[in-house]
């Protein structure tokens, strides 16, 4: 049973224009959250991290919410380049040993 | 520092061959893990180590053997191919701190199963 999801496979968004990505999670035991980008044939790279003591963490233009009671994380990237046109996965853990990942989103910017 | 290292980038293998797909980390990271990729699936966890002979199974271990002698490598083993196994597979390393789990993943390995 996929404990985080990731509903929305692909998202296309202007250049300039604000991406929002969304993840689920079902598992209240998750304290830690990340956020990966991929390119194809390359491996994940890690993006942004936020820990459930906290409801926001911010690094240039990549912000993560985490909205606990909702069990729901989301990436906001302004403004949205060209070049950040890749897949995007998040990732939860709770005991520290496993990662669960999402099935990622498919994220186009259009120049 | 070369970061994850995996080797083959491609590999083609009969239904019941045996294979070991390698990995090295120069950081000296404790945790290093394997994961595999699937078409709607996301990355599921194999196996995973959190030292020099530590190991532990993950979401989806059937299939797979792992070892750890030493803190750089931590090869995967298939013993018996099958079809199913067929997909990406990513390498991944990162300290173990209470404060930062981000993961460095290797290119992967791309494995086909006849």
């Known amino acids: 049973d996929q404990q985080v999801k990731q509903n929305s496979p692909s998202l296309s968004v202007q250049e300039g224009r604000i991406s929002i990505l969304n993840c689920d999670y079902t598992n209240s035991m998750f304290d830690y959250f990340l956020w990966y980008k991929k390119y194809p044939a390359e491996g994940p790279t890690f993006l942004i991290s936020?820990?459930?003591?906290?409801d926001k963490n911010e690094d240039g233009r990549f912000t993560v919410f985490l909205n606990k009671s909702a069990k729901h994380l989301s990436l906001h990237i302004v403004p949205s380049q060209p070049g950040d046109s890749a897949v995007y996965f998040c990732?939860?853990?709770?005991?520290?040993?496993?990662?669960?990942f999402g099935t990622g989103t498919s994220l186009t910017v259009i120049p | 520092n070369a970061g994850v290292t995996q080797t083959p980038k491609f590999q083609v293998l009969k239904t019941g061959q045996s294979m070991t797909l390698q990995c090295a980390q120069d950081m000296n990271h404790e945790y290093m893990s394997w994961y595999r990729q699937d078409p709607g699936m996301g990355l599921r966890l194999i196996h995973y180590?959190?030292?020099?002979?530590?190991?532990d199974q993950g979401e989806v271990p059937n299939g797979y053997n792992v070892s750890r002698s030493t803190t750089e490598d931590f090869p995967l083993r298939l013993l018996s191919a099958a079809p199913s196994q067929t997909s990406v597979y990513f390498c991944?390393?990162?300290?173990?701190?209470?404060?930062?789990?981000?993961?460095?993943f290797g290119p992967g390995t791309r494995l086909t199963v006849t």
């Open positions: 936020i820990s459930s003591i906290k």
């Open positions: 990732a939860a853990n709770s005991t520290g040993n496993q990662f669960y």
């Open positions: 991944a390393s990162s300290y173990w701190s209470a404060w930062s789990y981000e993961q460095y």
């Open positions: 180590s959190v030292g020099a002979g530590i190991t």
